[in-house]
């Protein structure tokens, strides 16, 4: 597809939009037929109500240039209150956008070649994949282009205008299913077989209230079948998804009706038709796909090795990795809960332009990663990232807490989750010496049930909840146990109810609990799995018992008032 034709769609797309604002504005086009309309085009309502909402750019596999990351800070500077929020989807979200002013934020995000379409709503949501596909030692091949061009397929595809609900697919190059293809509707892993390219495709998973975990389609699917396989799942959804009921809407609750040898019948029917049938769309040459996005980007700097200087640092052991490609590295920028100034995004756009061919990728842990830094360069980076206080050597360690944005803008939040991120980000680096070197510790946190922080898969999980105490609402945390994504994937279990405020301490508890009781060589997150959730409350119980003279249990993180379950708004977070 070449860039006029992309042009032509994000201008048709921004005038279908405008249209119909206008006609809602006019009282002539009713709520109940504007808001998914709305929804599917990257518009959400936030919390506050009004007029105030929330944009989703849509980035696919997370891949964003350094000129589309000026554009957006530019955006978040002039239409919202200049910062940005990363997801764990790989999009970027700008909150505070008036609604009056979203058809311009449109058109100026078209200028860089990006869309809101299909970023919400019930849609083919963002295709995701790992943030080091293409560079990591460990992948079958780079996913990159099959994910692209699984994206650019089901785009505005007349098979996904109206799904029962949202749909999510993911890629992953390796068992370590850093993609997290275990969670996803479709979740694809690289597979080779003898020389020839494919993928193993697991269908079904998705976390929120009833998490389910992706099951076995196909061992091996021809990469030539890919787009196929994908528009015949996305069929059977359609065709046999819950469409009165949206707590069950979603594709695994269709696995859960049916098994997988039910959905494996519809599904070979639904393939054979896509083959065999009409074409709603064409096919996708995904030669062309490979050539475009499998290759060294070009202006990448000879490679030297990392000096000696650098290799020795906290940074470089946490936030830099060296790539399959002699020479080159991937630099991890530290996005701390995934807020990032328009400031600092500007800046670290002009970085990625300078050391990393002009080409930054968002993280489902909620960061940036910069790859193809020749070594030599390090010491240049790391003193770029520490300036935008980017720096920070944190990447995959329990400092790097994921978070949904919580009770700050989503109506549907219990609890404000980011401000219980960042008290335990700041009670860990007061006590930093207790929460270095704890291998394969991470904790992700939710406002809610929902699981947009996707608690379900981290070794120690959080989501908003709240209890009554003497008659009055206390913010609390249910705590999950022994999450995992990979080769031994694992929902989380639940353990206990804590006082929100009460949570740093049970960290710290779990972390000592750990320290005492691992065996040799065993990380965190295989301890978690061991370990029975009935010794894990033991550890915590006393925490749970909330005293009525302890005003500070009573208000949330960042509030000064009395917590209130009466303050939630309308939500569509998970809409």
Request: glycine share 10%.
């Given at each position: 597809?070449?860039?006029?034709?992309?042009?032509?769609?994000?201008?048709?797309?921004?005038?279908?939009?405008?249209?119909?604002?206008?006609?809602?504005?006019?009282?002539?086009?009713?709520?109940?037929?504007?808001?998914?309309?709305?929804?599917?085009?990257?518009?959400?309502?936030?919390?506050?109500?009004?007029?105030?909402?929330?944009?989703?750019?849509?980035?696919?596999?997370?891949?964003?240039?350094?000129?589309?990351?000026?554009?957006?800070?530019?955006?978040?500077?002039?239409?919202s209150r200049g910062y940005c929020h990363l997801t764990t989807r790989q999009d970027i979200q700008i909150h505070w956008v008036d609604l009056a002013r979203v058809t311009a934020f449109m058109r100026r995000l078209a200028e860089a070649g990006m869309t809101t379409r299909e970023a919400c709503g019930n849609a083919v949501r963002n295709v995701a994949a790992e943030v080091l596909a293409g560079v990591s030692p460990q992948e079958a091949f780079d996913v990159t282009p099959y994910a692209h061009a699984v994206s650019d397929f089901l785009m505005r595809h007349p098979r996904t205008q109206g799904l029962p609900r949202k749909f999510k697919i993911a890629f992953s190059g390796s068992d370590d299913d850093a993609g997290q293809a275990a969670i996803n509707d479709i979740g694809c892993i690289a597979r080779l077989r003898g020389g020839e390219r494919g993928?193993?495709?697991?269908?079904?998973?998705?976390?929120?209230?009833?998490?389910?975990?992706?099951?076995?389609?196909?061992?091996?699917?021809?990469?030539?079948?890919?787009?196929?396989?994908?528009?015949?799942?996305?069929?059977?959804?359609?065709?046999?998804?819950?469409?009165?009921?949206?707590?069950?809407?979603?594709?695994?609750?269709?696995?859960?009706?049916?098994?997988?040898?039910?959905?494996?019948?519809?599904?070979?029917?639904?393939?054979?038709?896509?083959?065999?049938?009409?074409?709603?769309?064409?096919?996708?040459?995904?030669?062309?796909?490979?050539?475009?996005?499998?290759?060294?980007?070009?202006?990448?700097?000879?490679?030297?090795?990392?000096?000696?200087?650098?290799?020795?640092?906290?940074?470089?052991?946490?936030?830099?990795?060296?790539?399959?490609?002699?020479?080159?590295?991937?630099?991890?920028?530290?996005?701390?809960?995934?807020?990032?100034?328009?400031?600092?995004?500007?800046?670290?756009?002009?970085?990625?332009?300078?050391?990393?061919?002009?080409?930054?990728?968002?993280?489902?842990?909620?960061?940036?990663?910069?790859?193809?830094?020749?070594?030599?360069?390090?010491?240049?980076?790391?003193?770029?990232?520490?300036?935008?206080?980017?720096?920070?050597?944190?990447?995959?360690?329990?400092?790097?807490?994921?978070?949904?944005?919580?009770?700050?803008?989503?109506?549907?939040?219990?609890?404000?989750?980011?401000?219980?991120?960042?008290?335990?980000?700041?009670?860990?680096?007061?006590?930093?010496?207790?929460?270095?070197?704890?291998?394969?510790?991470?904790?992700?946190?939710?406002?809610?049930?929902?699981?947009?922080?996707?608690?379900?898969?981290?070794?120690?999980?959080?989501?908003?909840?709240?209890?009554?105490?003497?008659?009055?609402?206390?913010?609390?945390?249910?705590?999950?146990?022994?999450?995992?994504?990979?080769?031994?994937?694992?929902?989380?279990?639940?353990?206990?109810?804590?006082?929100?405020?009460?949570?740093?301490?049970?960290?710290?508890?779990?972390?000592?609990?750990?320290?005492?009781?691992?065996?040799?060589?065993?990380?965190?997150?295989?301890?978690?799995?061991?370990?029975?959730?009935?010794?894990?409350?033991?550890?915590?119980?006393?925490?749970?018992?909330?005293?009525?003279?302890?005003?500070?249990?009573?208000?949330?993180?960042?509030?000064?008032?009395?917590?209130?379950?009466?303050?939630?708004?309308?939500?569509?977070?998970?809409?």
């Amino acid at each position: 597809m070449n860039t006029a034709e992309i042009q032509s769609e994000l201008l048709e797309d921004i005038e279908a939009f405008e249209s119909a604002l206008r006609k809602f504005q006019a009282g002539e086009l009713p709520e109940n037929e504007w808001r998914p309309f709305r929804l599917v085009r990257g518009i959400y309502g936030q919390r506050q109500g009004g007029t105030f909402q929330m944009v989703r750019v849509k980035i696919p596999a997370g891949i964003a240039t350094a000129d589309q990351l000026e554009m957006v800070a530019g955006l978040s500077r002039d239409f919202s209150r200049g910062y940005c929020h990363l997801t764990t989807r790989q999009d970027i979200q700008i909150h505070w956008v008036d609604l009056a002013r979203v058809t311009a934020f449109m058109r100026r995000l078209a200028e860089a070649g990006m869309t809101t379409r299909e970023a919400c709503g019930n849609a083919v949501r963002n295709v995701a994949a790992e943030v080091l596909a293409g560079v990591s030692p460990q992948e079958a091949f780079d996913v990159t282009p099959y994910a692209h061009a699984v994206s650019d397929f089901l785009m505005r595809h007349p098979r996904t205008q109206g799904l029962p609900r949202k749909f999510k697919i993911a890629f992953s190059g390796s068992d370590d299913d850093a993609g997290q293809a275990a969670i996803n509707d479709i979740g694809c892993i690289a597979r080779l077989r003898g020389g020839e390219r494919g993928f193993e495709v697991r269908v079904g998973g998705g976390l929120g209230t009833q998490p389910h975990p992706a099951l076995l389609l196909h061992e091996f699917l021809p990469a030539d079948r890919l787009c196929a396989s994908a528009e015949a799942i996305v069929r059977v959804f359609d065709r046999t998804g819950e469409r009165k009921d949206r707590r069950r809407a979603r594709l695994k609750y269709v696995m859960m009706r049916i098994g997988i040898d039910g959905f494996r019948e519809e599904y070979e029917r639904e393939l054979k038709d896509v083959l065999e049938g009409e074409r709603g769309k064409p096919f996708p040459d995904l030669d062309a796909y490979v050539e475009r996005y499998a290759r060294t980007p070009t202006g990448v700097r000879a490679p030297s090795e990392a000096p000696a200087a650098a290799a020795d640092s906290e940074w470089f052991r946490a936030n830099v990795q060296a790539q399959k490609q002699p020479g080159y590295y991937a630099v991890t920028a530290w996005v701390r809960m995934g807020d990032i100034t328009s400031d600092r995004l500007e800046a670290l756009a002009g970085v990625a332009r300078r050391f990393a061919a002009g080409e930054a990728r968002i993280s489902n842990e909620q960061n940036f990663v910069l790859r193809w830094v020749a070594g030599q360069d390090l010491p240049a980076v790391q003193r770029e990232l520490e300036a935008l206080d980017l720096a920070a050597p944190n990447s995959g360690s329990v400092f790097d807490v994921t978070s949904c944005p919580g009770t700050t803008t989503c109506g549907l939040g219990v609890t404000n989750s980011k401000g219980l991120g960042h008290a335990l980000v700041d009670f860990m680096n007061r006590n930093r010496p207790r929460f270095t070197s704890i291998p394969d510790l991470r904790i992700k946190i939710s406002g809610c049930p929902n699981s947009c922080g996707q608690h379900h898969i981290a070794p120690i999980g959080l989501y908003g909840c709240a209890r009554t105490v003497g008659g009055r609402a206390v913010p609390h945390a249910l705590l999950l146990w022994g999450g995992s994504v990979g080769s031994d994937a694992q929902i989380g279990k639940i353990v206990i109810k804590l006082p929100a405020k009460r949570v740093p301490e049970a960290v710290s508890r779990l972390v000592e609990f750990w320290r005492s009781e691992h065996a040799e060589g065993e990380g965190f997150s295989a301890f978690a799995r061991r370990v029975d959730r009935v010794r894990v409350r033991a550890v915590l119980e006393d925490l749970s018992v909330v005293d009525e003279r302890d005003e500070d249990l009573f208000r949330d993180y960042g509030e000064e008032q009395a917590f209130s379950m009466g303050e939630m708004g309308p939500g569509e977070c998970a809409s």
